[in-house]
């Protein structure tokens, strides 16, 4: 995967995601005793490396598919806005 852009620096991270519809119930609130439906749920999520601008390329791990998504962030420091995002095909 290669990063590659403005002067903007952060961390890459590879975030695997359930794409199907999950019902949750949901124990105490205003939607206590219901189940909601849940979707993309983020199943793991591994740092890559930190981007210090311009061109730069990481390496990717291999995962086991088990119906997992995969998608990319570009995340400005430790829970800072999302700067960038691509979906993994």
């Known amino acids: 995967m290669i990063v590659g852009a403005e002067d903007t620096r952060g961390i890459v ?11 949750v119930p949901v124990a105490r ?10 979707r993309n749920i983020v199943r793991e999520l591994l740092v890559l ?3 210090e601008g311009g061109k730069m390329e990481f390496p990717l791990p291999e995962w086991e598919n088990n119906g997992l998504k995969a998608a ?15 979906r993994v095909l």
């Open 49 to 51: 490396g930190w981007w």
């Open 29 to 38: 609130g205003e939607n206590g005793g219901r189940n909601l439906p849940h």
């Open 72 to 86: 990319i962030l570009v995340q400005r420091g430790r829970g800072g806005p999302v700067v960038g995002a691509c």
């Open 13 to 23: 991270q590879l975030v695997l995601y359930d794409p199907k519809t999950h019902s």
